[in-house]
């Protein structure tokens, strides 16, 4: 009897046995059409064998095996089952995570782009046609004075599909495939860009990761479009992530003028089911160049991978925050090595653990440190210290004058509002006084509920203070509310400036549309948060200004500084791209704050070594490797108590490892549910990964009741 042993999209960590009879070896990595119970499910196979631990009477014959799409390859498989071991997700979810949804059989292929041309018979039987045929006319007509691509003729009028095809069939019209538009050629490469390239191309035949580290506008995708022009010289695919869908059309069309003979596939969520499968089809069969996509496209099979390439490498939407939390980034690396071939990290402001890396040799570091296009310049950044500029409705007298400046001079100005994903940190407007953790260098976060605050990496808890620790100030309040009001304000006080508002991560397709408004010169001011810092090249912006940045400063999560930098370097890097100089105006209360400081300096390297210099004595990553356990409850006490119950049952930590206490995590309720979460450290990978290996067995085996719970594996936020 031959049984198939195979994944399904259940959260429990193991495969399920069915009897397939007509499964070989070759059918691993297909899929199957199972019962689940009374449940149809859509499995894949990842074993055939002879054997299972089951009796035979209880084991039932699949209801299908899919054959008609070749199988994932053994690389695949070995990349979800290293996510499934290291991220401590089952299997089957790994799997169903990985593969787009609804690719069952062969994706229909693409439409080709075709050429129209009339023949003789055409032309003879256009003399000879009725008038009363007038679609039939116009079409000929058209075609009469030079041949035009299929599409466009498909799109003069309802119907017109069908009469063409009728009439190519009769040889009226003849259809050819059309030749690939020219290629545009790049700028030539300054000296920094050339070494850069001629580094990666050299290392093209074996693993390693670099770092392409440049200041914004410093010519980095250029780099990395030379990298891929090789890459496909040599026959081979190359994977590009970016964070955010809004940033693929803008390098999918930049691929498409470079590129025009390359086949490319854009894996994002935003993309259509159909699309998807047939691009990871193409991908899989080798006949797709270039795949480029969000995180989800890290899993695409790429047999001829010569190029892994993630831009904005430090950016957190790059993992993964639910079902299988894992970063794509590092699974670019991941397929990179599996492949061979270099990895190429990009950034303005790296992450500290890239950094970390290239700055300890274990990647290469590659600089670009002047802007590339003409006499582009960075912008000079100043602070507005609003203990004495004090801002209204969010805006700051100076900030509003410098608007009003851009304004009369026809260029448009950026306002950049940090609000999402900060906690509420308690500070003294008077003195400047933060609520530090004693035992971490984080902030403590003010809770409703009785102690008060409480440190969200290692569990401290303490009574919020009546009044402030250090000069006795009575009021204290959290830091980071209270800007819902500045579009208003701005639209009130300059009432003639086409404002354009632009706040949130899921609506994208409206964010690419409004970014192009803004990029032919429809808007005057953009509002917005996080979406407008990433990537858009605006040549016209010349004032960035960012009003309440603050309460990244001092925040629950160790990682807040890094993240506000990079979000303020990207912000200012929108300013003064082309020839216009550019300029950045933060309002704070912090104004001599060392992040504030090296900003305005455009000191990313001074800053980040110091960022690296206090997780290394305060024992946080990249000097530790860190993983999360979170539980989900409609009580927080309920999600508190799982986890106590878990430690206890934890194997025993041994040497090099920590387990913090159960806290409540930054976002405690979230979609009604409370959620609580503990910490485990160690300094080396391996044995995190024993142990966790262990405690996640254990409490498969065990009932969880109404609490849900997940392991976090390198978390990013707290
Ligand atoms: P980054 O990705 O580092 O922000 P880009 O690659 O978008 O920078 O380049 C910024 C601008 O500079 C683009 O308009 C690009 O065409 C231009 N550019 C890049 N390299 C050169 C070069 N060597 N010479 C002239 N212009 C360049
Ligand atoms: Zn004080
Ligand atoms: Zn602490």
């Known amino acids: 009897m031959t049984i198939v042993r195979v994944a399904l999209d259940v959260p429990l960590p193991r495969l399920f046995d069915y009897r397939c009879d007509e499964a070989t070896a070759a059918d691993v990595g297909r899929q199957v059409r199972v019962r689940l119970g009374a449940r149809p499910m859509t499995g894949l196979v990842l074993e055939v064998t002879e054997h299972s631990e089951l009796p035979a009477e209880r084991i039932r014959a699949v209801d299908a095996l899919l054959r008609e799409l070749p199988p994932l390859p053994p690389q695949w498989l070995e990349t979800v089952r290293f996510c499934s071991e290291y991220y401590q997700r089952p299997i089957g979810e790994v799997v169903f995570t990985a593969l787009p949804p609804r690719l069952r059989r062969a994706p229909p292929a693409a439409p080709q782009r075709r050429i129209l041309a009339l023949t003789s018979t055409g032309l003879a039987a256009l003399e000879s046609i009725s008038p009363r045929h007038k679609l039939r006319r116009g079409l000929l007509e058209a075609l009469r004075e030079h041949p035009r691509v299929q599409s466009e003729m498909t799109r003069m009028a309802a119907g017109a599909r069908k009469i063409l095809a009728a009439m190519i069939e009769a040889g009226w019209i003849e259809a050819r495939a059309a ?229 009369s001079r026809k260029e448009q100005s950026l306002v950049f509002l940090n609000r999402r994903g900060f906690a509420p940190v308690l500070a003294c407007n008077y003195c400047g006084w933060v609520s530090g953790c004693p035992r971490c260098s984080v902030c403590l976060v003010v809770h409703q509920r009785s102690p008060g605050l409480r440190c969200h990496h290692c569990g401290h808890a303490e009574p919020v203070p009546r009044a402030c620790p250090q000069c006795g100030n009575l009021d204290l309040v959290p830091l980071g509310r209270g800007t819902q009001r500045l579009e208003a304000s701005l639209a009130e006080r300059f009432p003639g400036a086409r404002i354009v508002r632009i706040d949130s991560d899921s609506a994208s397709r409206r964010v690419s549309h409004l970014i192009g408004q803004a990029a032919a010169g429809e808007a005057d001011m953009l509002v917005g948060t996080q979406m407008l810092a990433k990537g858009h090249h605006l040549e016209r912006v010349t004032l960035v200004g960012v009003v309440n940045a603050d309460a990244g400063l001092f925040a629950a999560d160790y990682r807040a500084p890094e993240r506000l930098f990079a979000q303020l370097e990207q912000v200012a890097g929108r300013a003064g791209r082309a020839d216009l100089p550019g300029e950045v105006l933060i309002q704070t209360r912090f104004p001599t704050h060392p992040l504030y400081r090296a900003l305005a300096a455009h000191d990313f390297d001074g800053y980040a070594r110091q960022l690296l210099a206090e997780r290394r004595s305060a024992g946080f990553p990249p000097f530790v490797h860190e993983a999360a356990l979170r539980a989900e409850c409609t009580q927080l006490a309920d999600a508190l108590e799982f986890l106590r119950q878990a430690v206890a049952l934890a194997p025993a930590p041994g040497e090099g490892l920590t387990v913090f206490e159960p806290a409540p995590a930054t976002l405690t309720r979230l979609a009604g549910l409370e959620r609580a979460q503990l910490l485990v450290q160690s300094h080396s990978r391996p044995v995190l990964q024993r142990f966790l290996r262990a405690w996640s067995a254990t409490l498969y085996a065990r009932r969880a009741g109404a609490v849900r719970w997940h392991f976090d594996v390198d978390p990013i936020e707290f």
Do not use: M
Request: hydrophobic fraction near 45%.
């Open 179 to 407: 030749p690939p538009p020219p290629a545009v050629a790049g700028p030539a490469p300054n000296e920094e860009q050339r070494t850069a390239c001629e580094a990666v191309a050299a290392a093209h035949a074996v693993f390693q990761v670099f770092l392409l580290y440049g200041i914004t506008g410093s010519g980095k995708t250029e780099v990395y479009l030379r990298l891929i022009d090789d890459a496909l010289a040599r026959g081979r695919q190359v994977l590009v992530l970016a964070p955010e869908i809004a940033l693929t059309p803008a390098l999918e069309a930049a691929f498409r003028a470079r590129f025009p003979a390359a086949r490319i596939a854009v894996l994002h969520s935003g993309v259509g089911g159909a699309e998807r499968a047939r691009g990871w089809a193409g991908a899989q069969a080798g006949q797709v160049d270039i795949v480029l996509g969000t995180r989800l496209a890290v899993f695409t099979p790429l047999p001829k991978l010569g190029l892994a390439v993630v831009d904005e490498e430090q950016d957190a939407s790059f993992k993964q925050r639910e079902g299988l939390r894992y970063s794509a980034r590092d699974l670019a690396i991941f397929r990179a090595r599996q492949a061979g071939v270099p990895a190429l990290l990009v950034s303005a402001t790296p992450s500290l653990e890239s950094f970390h890396h290239a700055l300890s040799g274990r990647y290469r570091l590659l600089r670009l440190s002047r802007r590339a296009h003409g006499q582009a310049r960075l912008p000079s950044v100043h602070l507005v210290d609003t203990r004495e500029h004090p801002a209204r409705d969010g805006l700051s007298e100076p900030l509003a004058r410098a608007l009003a400046l851009r304004l």
